[in-house]
Every structure is written in C-alpha cells, then in structure tokens.
C-alpha cells in the first residue's frame, strides 16, 4: 500500500442504531435542531459523514430509507442514535456524461462513497439522488462514461458492489434519458 492518495482520509461511516420503536431517528435539514424536520432515517442505515458539529452528523445516506442527506443527532438524553460504523467503503467515481476538459477527458462529477456489500441498484439510486438522473433510464455497465459501453459489459442490479468495482473505479451507465434535461449542474 502506497500512501499517495493526498492524505485522503478515508469516510467515516455510521450505522443508525436509534428510533427502532419510531421507524427511525429524525433528519433535519439543517444542523440547528429547530430546523426543518425532513422525515426518518431507518434504523440500521449506514450513511457516511460528510462533517461533525458536536453531537450533529451531517451525513449522507447509503444504504437504508429516509432522506438523502441531512443532519441528524448521534446521541439523545445519553441513549445512542448512531454509531460510528467499522465498515469499509469504497468511492468511486461519477464522471460528467457533459462536460469535458480540454483534452476531451470527462470531468469528475462527483464522488460516490459505496459499501461492497451495497447492490449496483443501491449505487444507482445513489447516483441518481446526486445526479438528477432518472433511475428508471440508467442501465448500470462496466465502462467510462462518454466511451461507447458495449452491450454485453451491462450489469446485473443485483450484483454486489464487492463483485463489481474497485476503489477508484467509474461508475458509468447507459442513460436512456436525455442528459440536457435531467443532469443537475455539477456541483462545484
């Protein structure tokens, strides 16, 4: 193992342990806990952390129900809400079906953080939530996005992550939606 991934620290993830009786622990939009109520995160979700304000995990979700993204707290009255998860993600990379360098090179999209254990159609509605891309048009396949995908390197949905992909691999689709309408502006 070299260490020239720029001091990457790998993603903290947390497993959602509170609100078995409630069907989950509240997600607020925003860190103040009077902001906005979005709805539950189900209990045993695993989501990674995206930042830590106190007890306020700002997380984004990768396996379970509820909200994307969103604040939630880890611990209520001394009774644990989430903890912190000893699984080991992957990231791979969504590449801009749109826009490319000078060089004709796709631009780096967005980063996905994923579990081995996830299935290819968690990754898609992953990718979807954070692209605008609709679901129900994104044939998952082995392949770069912009590069023609052949036909036979198309992926079984429910194929895990762990079979599929690599740290740093791209993950890349057939769209038969229309990119122009349906992909959000990249995030900057």
């Not at 396996?63 to 969103?70: E, H, R, S």
């Not at 990379?93 to 980063?111: A, I, R």
């Not at 890349?172 to 349906?182: R, S, V």
Request: charged share 25%; with cysteine; hydrophobic share 35%.
């Amino acid at each position: 193992e070299s260490n020239h991934n720029h001091g990457k620290m790998a993603t903290q993830l947390w497993e959602i342990v509170g609100g078995g009786a409630t069907g989950g622990v509240i997600v607020r939009a925003g860190e103040d806990t009077k902001s906005e109520a979005l709805n539950r995160i189900s209990t045993g979700a695993v989501v990674a952390e995206l930042e830590m304000k106190g007890n306020r995990l700002h997380y984004e979700k990768l396996t379970g129900t509820g909200p994307q993204t969103g604040w939630i707290s880890t611990d209520l009255k001394g009774k644990d809400l989430a903890v912190k998860s000893e699984k080991k993600s992957l990231t791979l990379d969504f590449m801009s079906p749109v826009e490319q360098d000078e060089d004709g090179v796709n631009l780096l999209y967005c980063k996905l953080t994923v579990l081995p254990e996830m299935t290819v159609a968690e990754v898609k509605l992953l990718c979807a939530a954070k692209s605008g891309c609709k679901p129900g048009a994104m044939i998952p396949a082995k392949g770069k996005m912009g590069e023609r995908i052949s036909e036979g390197s198309t992926l079984k949905e429910t194929q895990t992550v762990g079979e599929v992909y690599s740290d740093g691999d791209q993950f890349a689709f057939i769209y038969t939606g229309d990119f122009e309408k349906d992909l959000k502006p990249r995030p900057s």
